[in-house]
């Protein structure tokens, strides 16, 4: 009799870089990780470091930090700065040719990369070849330009377990919980989500009706009692 390997959930990241939707989603007990871009760090106005930080006092996972040079030496030193911010940071680095040799160099060191502006399966592919920790394609730009991004994960989904590799297929660009759902359907190992998106995830307007229900019918107990 064979022995059967058990896949692992699929981990729910915050894609932002405010702390206090991160507590929010924290004290929920769904928060497996952080990721956060050049955008939503500029959002919130504050030094990069310091967000960081506090982001790594309240989620124990990973955080995304994203460098901002576009050549490979650039990019690797940028990189060795960012991890050593704290143990969980994952360092983000665009899909370009720059970063497939800056992903290589930091990936060599032990620095785990995030590549990130991913559009394709073939990116995918060469993300996994450098040894990308985790690969984040763009769903909902794609959807944005009339293509159907989540079929990009299927073919990454596909390619990844043709030849085993270990990259993680992190779902971004989420745009609502159809997103999340077909992620989880296929596979994905991740999937990245804004506070707006997270918030909705437990909601169903049934449980909302069945739940008053319930509490009226108890409360129409206790008066007869
Ligand atoms: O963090 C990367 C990605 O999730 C960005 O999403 O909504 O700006 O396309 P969006």
């Not at 959930?9 to 991160?22: G, P, Q, R, Y």
């Not at 650039?74 to 040719?97: S, W």
């Amino acid at each position: 009799m064979g022995t059967s390997v058990l896949p692992s959930l699929m981990k729910l990241f915050l894609d932002t870089a405010n702390v206090s939707e991160i507590r929010t989603a924290a004290d929920w007990g769904i928060l497996d990780g952080v990721t956060t871009n050049p955008s939503l760090v500029a959002k919130e106005g504050r030094d990069f470091t310091e967000v960081l930080r506090e982001i790594s006092t309240i989620v124990n996972g990973p955080i995304s930090a994203e460098v901002v040079s576009t050549t490979s030496p650039e990019m690797v030193a940028e990189g060795r700065k960012l991890a050593k911010i704290h143990k969980n940071i994952y360092v983000k680095i665009p899909m370009i040719t720059e970063g497939l040799k800056a992903t290589k160099a930091l990936s060599s060191e032990g620095i785990r990369v995030n590549m990130t502006l991913v559009f394709s399966s073939l990116q995918a592919l060469l993300a996994a070849k450098v040894g990308a920790a985790f690969v984040s394609p763009f769903i909902g730009r794609l959807d944005d330009i009339g293509q159907t991004g989540m079929e990009i994960i299927e073919e990454i989904k596909t390619i990844y377990d043709n030849y085993s590799f270990k990259t993680e297929i992190l779902v971004a660009s989420v745009r609502h919980p159809i997103h999340v759902k077909e992620a989880a359907m296929i596979g994905a190992d991740i999937c990245t989500v804004p506070f707006n998106v997270m918030e909705k995830l437990p909601h169903h307007s049934l449980t909302d009706v069945g739940l008053e229900r319930f509490l009226k019918d108890w409360a129409k107990l206790s008066k007869k009692a």
